[in-house]
């Protein structure tokens, strides 16, 4: 499997980062990071989800988690999945700006150094985003590569039609009901492509011949070849 392929997340789970950023930014103009899991599925991804915020320090250029509270995060969730596999995300928001990686992002990814890899993720309020995985151990040889890649983010919410919709809906849109138009031609009526005999309510004049039939015949034929 492609490594572009390997790494997704849930709308839901993606609302709930870019949340956070907006929240951070509207009350302090500040940065926010947390941290997520990274649980591998029965084909071989990891599915990113459990976003949370821990116990931190914000500036509008910096964010930094409190070692105590990444400990806490780490084990309460290695202890739900008791899944030797799974890993954990750090991600931050840079909020107006673009999303890339600073050198104080660079140094603590780092931190996050391992027997494998690790993951980690800025966004940023345009929902733009950088994705990296940095592996520091391939088959027990030691390796420092670090990865760009894509986090596919799986759409799931449909189009809610809401109460207030419907009475804007009532008031604003008129329902013009279609009724049905026969013509006769010569005498026979032709309703659409079709034609048959039949009581003649015609918006033709009552003088119509078997020769305007037989041209609405030949027009017919013309425009289905």
């Known amino acids: ?105 660079k140094s603590e990814i780092d931190a996050w150094k391992n027997s494998s890899f690790s993951l980690a993720l800025v966004i940023n309020l345009r929902e733009d985003y950088v994705f990296r995985v940095s592996i520091w151990n391939a088959n027990g040889i030691p390796l420092e590569k670090h990865i760009d890649t894509s986090l596919e983010i799986v759409r799931s919410a449909r189009p809610k039609i809401t109460s207030k919709m419907k009475t804007i809906y009532k008031e604003l849109c008129e329902n013009e009901v279609a009724t049905g138009v026969t013509t006769y031609i010569g005498g026979r009526q032709v309703n659409g492509w079709g034609y048959g005999v039949g009581r003649q309510t015609s918006l033709l004049n009552n003088n119509s011949t078997d020769t305007d039939f037989n041209k609405y015949m030949e027009i017919k034929s013309s425009i289905e070849d």
């Open 1 to 105: 499997m492609k490594i572009e392929n390997m790494f997704y997340i849930s709308e839901e789970n993606w609302h709930i980062l870019q949340a956070w950023a907006s929240l951070s930014y509207q009350e302090d103009k500040n940065e926010i990071s947390g941290l997520m899991t990274a649980i591998p599925d029965k084909d071989g991804r990891f599915q990113l989800k459990d976003v949370e915020i821990l116990k931190q320090e914000n500036t509008g250029t910096s964010t930094e988690l409190d070692a105590e509270a990444v400990s806490a995060y780490k084990m309460k969730h290695a202890m739900r999945y008791k899944n030797k596999k799974m890993k954990f995300v750090w991600w931050h928001s840079h909020h107006t700006m673009g999303a890339f990686w600073s050198a104080t992002d």
